[in-house]
């Protein structure tokens, strides 16, 4: 059970941190104060069912995002795939292609 209490922390970090919002204004949104929002992050607290829809709309995720998996995690084993084996194809291809010119 605790690990999808901490996907679910991690998500709403995450998905908090990508629209760019404050703690302060997603508990304005959820009606809620900002030490509700602050004790759910530093893994004090965990919240209601009510209150996990209401950060799931402000957040404009299906609740279930909230929970399914660690959306950090995900994309940032996109991003290791990207750096470590795409950018290294394309390099060489652009190479391959482009004898005299230079990827750096």
């Known amino acids: 059970m605790d690990n999808y209490k901490n996907d679910f922390i991690d ?35 965990f919240p209601s069912f009510e209150l996990i829809l209401k950060i799931a709309y402000a957040l404009e995720i299906h609740p279930a995002d909230l929970f399914l998996r660690n959306a950090s995690q995900s994309r940032k084993e996109v991003r290791n795939f990207f750096d470590e084996e795409v950018s290294v194809k394309l390099k060489e291809m652009v190479e391959k292609r482009f004898p005299l010119a230079r990827c750096e």
Do not use: H, V
């Open 11 to 45: 998500n709403l970090i995450f998905y908090r941190t990508q629209k760019k919002m404050s703690q302060l204004e997603l508990s304005g949104i959820c009606d809620c104060a900002k030490s509700t929002i602050g004790g759910i992050e530093s893994r004090k607290n």
